[in-house]
């Protein structure tokens, strides 16, 4: 890693919004770097961000922050990919993400949808506050892999076990994995749900998408 590269880096995980943004476009539009390598030195302050959020260092605040400063860096990057080379970008399989009825949060759903992405998932985002009929919908046309159910509050447990009850229902549970993800999840409420697994963050759910297609 670079000097630069690990500046970047120390600047995002910090929170130097101003800094870091500058120095992303940059890295980006004056020296030409790769923009797969900047979404990259992107994840491993994310991967930061996110160990300091579970260590109680940095709060939602600091998440939402995050975010946006992902939103911005990606605004540049994925253009720059899109030129060249997202052709040759083999997708490791599909994933769609929402985050479920009665719950508005994305902040945790928006990084693991940028994790997914820079990692090689063709990710589908449908939002937040998702009613069931929408998710069906979103299945029988995407044909996802895995299916990520996101939420913040306690109340989206009840919300994720009617969403994936209904999976059942329609007879679509068995064609693809589902995964959950959210502030107080654990594995009594991944058991109450009915979902294949959580993750506790988006470092983990990558690695669930990736072990769960390797094994298909």
Same mark, same amino acid.
């Given at each position: 890693?670079?000097? &630069?590269?690990?500046? !970047?880096?120390?600047? +995002?995980?910090? /929170? @130097?919004?101003?800094?870091?943004?500058a120095l992303a476009?940059?890295?980006?539009?004056?020296?030409?770097?790769?923009?797969?390598?900047?979404?990259?030195?992107?994840?491993?302050?994310? *991967? /930061?961000?996110?160990?300091? $959020? @579970?260590?109680?260092?940095? #709060?939602?605040? &600091?998440?939402?922050?995050?975010? &946006?400063?992902?939103?911005? %860096?990606?605004?540049?990057?994925?253009? !720059?990919?899109?030129?060249?080379?997202?052709?040759?970008?083999?997708?490791?399989?599909?994933?769609?993400?929402?985050?479920?009825?009665?719950? +508005?949060?994305?902040?945790?759903?928006?990084?693991?949808?940028?994790? !997914?992405?820079? =990692?090689? #998932? @063709?990710?589908?985002?449908?939002?937040?506050?998702?009613?069931?009929?929408? $998710?069906?919908?979103?299945?029988?046309?995407?044909?996802?892999? %895995?299916?990520? !159910?996101?939420?913040? +509050?306690?109340?989206? $447990?009840?919300? /994720?076990?009617?969403?994936?009850?209904?999976?059942?229902?329609?007879?679509?549970?068995?064609? #693809?994995?589902?995964?959950?993800?959210?502030?107080?999840?654990?594995?009594?409420?991944?058991?109450?749900?009915?979902? *294949?697994? #959580?993750?506790? =963050?988006?470092?983990?759910?990558?690695?669930?998408c990736r072990k769960?297609?390797?094994?298909?």
């Amino acid at each position: 890693m670079t000097e &630069e590269e690990r500046r !970047l880096v120390d600047l +995002l995980a910090s /929170m @130097e919004e101003d800094e870091a943004l500058a120095l992303a476009n940059k890295m980006l539009l004056q020296d030409h770097a790769n923009p797969m390598r900047v979404l990259d030195l992107c994840r491993m302050a994310m *991967d /930061m961000v996110g160990k300091r $959020f @579970e260590e109680g260092e940095y #709060f939602l605040p &600091e998440l939402v922050l995050a975010g &946006e400063m992902l939103d911005q %860096v990606s605004a540049v990057a994925k253009p !720059l990919i899109d030129q060249k080379d997202e052709g040759a970008r083999r997708k490791l399989g599909k994933v769609l993400i929402g985050t479920v009825h009665g719950d +508005l949060h994305d902040i945790g759903k928006n990084i693991v949808t940028f994790m !997914l992405d820079i =990692n090689g #998932f @063709e990710v589908k985002d449908i939002g937040v506050d998702v009613p069931v009929r929408t $998710f069906i919908e979103e299945i029988n046309s995407f044909q996802p892999d %895995v299916v990520g !159910l996101s939420g913040f +509050l306690t109340l989206a $447990f009840d919300s /994720m076990k009617e969403t994936i009850s209904a999976f059942e229902k329609e007879g679509v549970r068995g064609q #693809f994995k589902v995964m959950i993800g959210g502030g107080q999840i654990d594995e009594t409420v991944r058991a109450y749900t009915g979902a *294949d697994a #959580f993750g506790v =963050n988006a470092v983990e759910a990558v690695n669930l998408c990736r072990k769960w297609l390797e094994a298909a």
